[in-house]
């Protein structure tokens, strides 16, 4: 009777001990609940990006503020969107291997990012194999803007983490188990490893992984189809010399998967600097499908899930501006991008009316400026 034997995997440890596991947040105890709607959210210190898509024209935009790369079949919808547009791709139904991807560079590159961002499997999705159909956090993993698979991480080249869905066969619930997806020094082969809540790794799931003592096992979860999720990513790279290195996530704003004790650089000027969204298959011969994304934000601490808050309703600053002053206001929309500047007359304690009414009626950041009051920054809806 034969027998398969298992490669021999020899993991050099770095330096350094176990330390204790900082507690991570959820729910609302991030940046998005001081930002109902995620309006002004771009505002907050931490935050170096924010996109909801709606101040395109058309998707040949994209490139304007997604700077490492639109790649293939993008589009900006409002039907099966979340709010006003989503960002679309589109998977056709071919044998050939396709990437559709927005890429986003990060300027300085930074230790530790978190990736918020809402998203959708339309209900056609079929797809096995590889498919890297969620987000993606890299260090030096593109090379000249091209992406380097199969060129396994050594600690001083690159690292690379996803978060997507895995599903081996069609017997299997679609679109597949959520896992990260990992190149660092000890991955199993040229491929990066699959990381699954449980904390079984692919390949070889047979050798557990190394995610330290205090390591919490959590269920494996597939995401319904035609769903609209919450979810978001956190890439911590490791102090050189250290295994304090950790990927998490979340679903909803609950805490579903938590790596610790990872080794992922041995150099410090191994950094984070680029991230995007994408919907990569292997091969699509099922059926043309689609995914979805929206309100994609990246910071530097936890964000959480879109705050709804209270119902806006027109607002302006009080008691220091008299009624039937005219000033002039800078309108912005989520990302902080200047729409327009207009003069406005204050009607009253609680509202303004700009001179030339034109703007589409929804939710503004407004900066508005007289000849002797400060600055002040409030929501305003124009109906």
């Not at 990012?113 to 993606?136: E, I, V």
Request: net charge neutral; with cysteine; aromatic share 10%.
């Amino acid at each position: 009777m034969g027998f398969i034997s298992l490669p021999l995997i020899l993991v050099v440890c770095a330096e350094g001990i176990y330390g204790a596991i900082t507690p991570l947040p959820a729910g609302n105890a991030g940046i998005a609940a001081q930002y109902p709607n995620d309006i002004g959210i771009s505002g907050n210190g931490a935050v170096v990006f924010a996109d909801d898509f709606e101040g395109y024209a058309s998707a040949a935009n994209l490139s304007s503020r997604w700077n490492g790369g639109v790649y293939h079949y993008a589009d900006l919808v409002t039907s099966g969107a979340f709010v006003g547009k989503s960002l679309r791709f589109r998977n056709p139904q071919q044998s050939a291997e396709l990437s559709n991807t927005v890429d986003r560079l990060v300027s300085p590159e930074l230790d530790v990012l978190f990736l918020r961002y809402y998203t959708k499997f339309d209900a056609s999705f079929n797809a096995t194999g590889s498919s890297h159909n969620g987000c993606s956090v890299q260090a030096s993993y593109a090379v000249n803007g091209q992406a380097t698979p199969g060129i396994p991480a050594n600690g001083y080249n690159k690292f690379l983490a996803n978060w997507e869905c895995w599903r081996d066969q069609l017997s299997e619930p679609s679109p597949g188990r959520m896992n990260t997806y990992v190149y660092h020094p000890e991955q199993r082969d040229v491929w990066g490893d699959h990381f699954f809540p449980t904390g079984v790794v692919l390949p070889w799931d047979r050798v557990p992984g190394d995610f330290g003592p205090d390591f919490v096992s959590r269920p494996d979860i597939t995401p319904q189809l035609n769903r609209w999720y919450c979810v978001e990513f956190m890439v911590r790279a490791n102090t050189p010399g250290l295994r304090d290195g950790r990927i998490a996530a979340w679903l909803d704003g609950a805490l579903i998967a938590d790596f610790p004790n990872l080794r992922l650089r041995d150099i410090d000027t191994l950094n984070i600097d680029r991230f995007g969204v994408s919907s990569h298959i292997k091969s699509n011969t099922n059926n043309e499908t689609y995914m979805y994304y929206d309100n994609v934000v990246a910071a530097t601490s936890y964000i959480g899930p879109r705050s709804s808050g209270s119902p806006v309703k027109p607002v302006a600053a009080c008691g220091a501006v008299r009624v039937g002053k005219k000033v002039t206001a800078v309108f912005r929309d989520i990302s902080g991008r200047t729409v327009c500047r207009q003069p406005v007359e204050w009607k009253g304690e609680k509202s303004l009316m700009p001179a030339n009414h034109t703007l589409p009626n929804r939710l503004y950041l407004v900066e508005v400026m007289g000849e002797t009051e400060t600055v002040m920054l409030k929501k305003v809806v124009l109906r």
